[in-house]
């Protein structure tokens, strides 16, 4: 999630005029947020520019329209470069964030990064401004994992990374050509990990897991393919992947008690499957992010 973020902060504020979107209509995605009528500031919800985040920002949408909040998307904005300092001026109010990647912003060498949930968000809120405030974080992430097919799960009785140990050198992996000078050196240091051969498989990496040209691969959680592919991700009991779990910004003035009521109601319907499941839907199925959103929110309850 850091990688693909990076990736895209140049080219998301070049095209950030482009780019935003309104459901009010269009306008200026960087406007201060318009007053509702009767109960102050509308709640303006943002997202980054690309696709899980703007379906996450739909799903916060639709659950808080539900409650009668008045709402304003602003989807597919740009990178966090852009998106962060909207939020902690107010011109957004809500915004769909990945904990870790969020603390690695913020301060890239906090030593929670490594800790686990609770360590990063109680990290943050010693990082961030007054403005803002962290509601409670999802049980789904979209994460860099290792992941391989259950057949070769079967076969070395595979359920967490450390599993991998004294096995690893039987193993040829997998992944995007940064993964081997980034990630590697943490793998052998944490878990005593050294592979067979490394192959830099980039975007067809869980094809490579699924064909055999690689036993192990590192792909996100939340990458459809693992789900049509039907791969295995797993875990990572030491946390060499800095959690990454989806959790409401707020911009504090902007959110009152039934927003944060609705926004951490979401958050505790949201796991990791059922995101990837959700993603599925939305980049191999080709459905609307809007739709999806509505399906989910109605099957757990939450409209």
Known sequence: MTTRLLRTATAAALLLGAAACSSSGGGDPLAAPSAA???????????????????????????LKAKGVKVEEKFNIGSREVLYGQLKSGALTVLPEYNGALLTYLDAKNPALTGGTEAVNAALVTKLPTEL?????SAAQDNDSLTVTPETAAKYNLKSIADLAGKSAELVIGG???????????????????????????????????DGSIQVGNVFTT???????????????KNVFSTQNVTPLVNKAGVDATGTEVLNKVSAKLDTAGLAELMKKVAVDKTDPSAVAKEWLKANGLI
């Open 37 to 63: 009528a009767g109960s102050g500031k509308t709640v303006v919800i943002g997202s980054a520019n690309f696709p899980e985040n703007e379906l996450l920002a739909s799903i916060y949408s639709q659950a």
């Open 176 to 210: 995007p050509p940064e993964f081997k000078n980034r990630s590697e050196p943490l793998l052998k240091d944490a878990y005593g990990l050294t592979f067979k051969e490394w192959k830099p498989t980039g975007e067809t990496t869980a094809n490579a897991i699924k």
């Open 133 to 137: 405030a962290l509601l409670d974080s």
């Open 223 to 237: 990458d459809p393919k693992i789900v049509t592919l039907k791969l295995v991700p797993l875990t990572d009991p």
